[in-house]
């Protein structure tokens, strides 16, 4: 715990990471940025079909308030980030402090269906490799916050459509639906590399 303290002191608002809606060192407990990069994406999760691509962009500093276009649900900022593959996305959000949108509940993902996403159709999730390939519980995932899914599935209860297959390198990616019940709570596998709608999801701070 005091090396947390230390780190936090040492590097200002790149310790400061996003909160969640669970206990300290996983959200909720300490500042805006609480709960990032406690489960950061390993190096071995490589995205074949993007170059072998790894996401370990980390936020510097939050957004004093949200910037023109991006709408305030409690402590994130959230922006429709057009029509992407998972690297274009990543790396478009990474330019404005942001990850690709993880939503760590049922309440905010629904807040962000109905208030960012504009378009029925198919979004790619911020969470990213299986630690567990072929697990069908999306708690077993990364993702480019790096939060910790372990504890955000609890809430969430998200999973792998039971027909689908995820691991860390071929099909490291999963997709939700807006306005599809089917599709809401189940992931679509994907290889990342076709275009999708995206959300980036900033911190403020």
């Known amino acids: 715990m005091l090396l947390c303290f230390v780190l936090l002191i040492g590097v200002t608002s790149a310790a400061n990471v996003i909160c969640t809606d669970y206990g300290k060192d996983i959200g909720g ?5 609480d709960g990032y ?10 995205i074949r079909h993007l170059g072998n691509w790894s996401p370990q962009f980390r936020i510097k500093t939050g957004q004093p308030q949200c ?24 790396e478009h959000c990474n330019r404005h402090q942001a990850h690709i949108f993880q939503p760590n509940d049922r309440e905010e993902y629904q807040w962000v269906e109905q208030n960012v996403m504009r378009h029925n159709d198919w979004h790619f999730m911020g969470s990213i490799c299986n630690s567990r390939p ?12 790096g939060e910790d899914m372990r504890e955000i599935n609890k809430k969430l ?4 459509h039971p027909g689908h297959t995820t691991d860390n390198h071929n099909l490291p990616c999963m997709l939700t639906h807006r306005n599809n019940n089917s599709w ?5 596998h994907s290889h990342c590399n076709e275009g999708r709608k995206i959300i980036c999801e900033a911190p403020t701070g």
């Open 134 to 145: 072929g697990s069908k519980s999306a708690g077993d995932f990364y993702t480019a916050s």
């Open 29 to 33: 407990g300490g500042g805006a940025f």
């Open 184 to 188: 809401r709570w189940q992931y679509h």
């Open 37 to 46: 990069y406690v489960r950061p994406v390993p190096k071995t999760c490589r």
């Open 67 to 90: 910037m023109g276009g991006w709408k305030k649900w409690k402590n994130k900022c959230y922006s429709e980030a057009g029509h992407r593959h998972w690297r274009d996305a990543e």
């Open 157 to 160: 209860n998200a999973r792998v």
